[in-house]
Antibody, heavy 124, light 107 residues
Framework: EVQLLESGGGLVQPGGSLRLSCVAS????????LSWVRQAPGKGLEWVSV????????YYADSVKGRFTISRDNSKNTLYLEMNRLRVEDTAVYYC?????????????????WGQGTMVTVSS | EIVLTQSPAILSLSPGERATLSCRAS??????LVWYQQKPGQAPRLLIY???NRATGIPARFSGSGSGTDFTLTISSLEPEDFAVYYC?????????FGQGTRVEIK
């Protein structure tokens, strides 16, 4: 079964840091681009960042550029999101999501597999 | 950044009725338009990609159409499990963007 499982969320003070992980199973991990998508409480979906299958290409939303870093370890089937200088407005459920196809970035098709999400709360 | 505007915000219908959801892009996205369904407490579920292709396991009552800037998701006959929030997403250019969602609720 194809699965993504996030972890690492929690409560952090403004200005703090957190590292999210997403462990994958059931597919050829290195063959697919992976994204982080977040959803603030009661709000819609916001794409955060994407990384290519090889890890050589990354893109970020303007709202997190310079503060968040996406990476992956293909030997561990794990995706990461390092979040620094966190703000109250970063409070959200963070999902990792797998691209439907094995196209190389910048092409992307859709997110066919999503994790269950991990909650990040930034508050003093 | 491409802005997606979904309408209506809320659609109140009864089981068995037809649902028509709209998504308009601020500039052409060709056919790179995706639809998701999300239920409370769950991750989004892929329904339609490339504007009109149903994802694996999606029932035939879900269909997508459109190209350029105007797109439609149609649910031909609503089942009880279809009452949820629906989001469109464009994959034409980065940053990927989502619409604000349409809630389909039971009338």
């Amino acid at each position: 079964e194809v699965q993504l499982l996030e972890s690492g969320g929690g409560l952090v003070q403004p200005g703090g840091s957190l590292r999210l992980s997403c462990v994958a199973s059931g597919f050829t991990f290195s063959g697919y681009a992976l994204s982080w998508v977040r959803q603030a409480p009661g709000k819609g979906l916001e794409w955060v960042s994407v990384i290519s299958g090889s890890g050589g290409t990354t893109y970020y939303a303007d709202s997190v550029k310079g503060r968040f870093t996406i990476s992956r370890d293909n030997s561990k089937n794990t995706l990461y999101l390092e979040m620094n200088r966190l703000r109250v407005e970063d409070t959200a459920v963070y999902y990792c999501a797998k691209d439907l196809t094995q196209w190389e970035l910048p092409h992307t098709t859709a997110f066919d597999i999503w994790g269950q999400g991990t909650m990040v709360t930034v508050s003093s | 950044e491409i802005v997606l505007t979904q309408s209506p915000a809320i659609l109140s219908l009864s089981p068995g009725e037809r649902a028509t959801l709209s998504c308009r892009a601020s500039q052409s996205v060709s056919s790179y338009l995706v639809w998701y369904q999300q239920k409370p407490g769950q991750a989004p579920r892929l329904l339609i990609y490339d504007a009109s292709n149903r994802a694996t396991g999606i029932p035939a009552r879900f269909s997508g159409s459109g190209s350029g800037t105007d797109f439609t998701l149609t649910i031909s006959s609503l089942e009880p499990e279809d009452f949820a929030v629906y989001y469109c997403q464009q994959c034409s250019s980065w940053p990927i963007t989502f619409g604000q969602g349409t809630r389909v609720e039971i009338k």
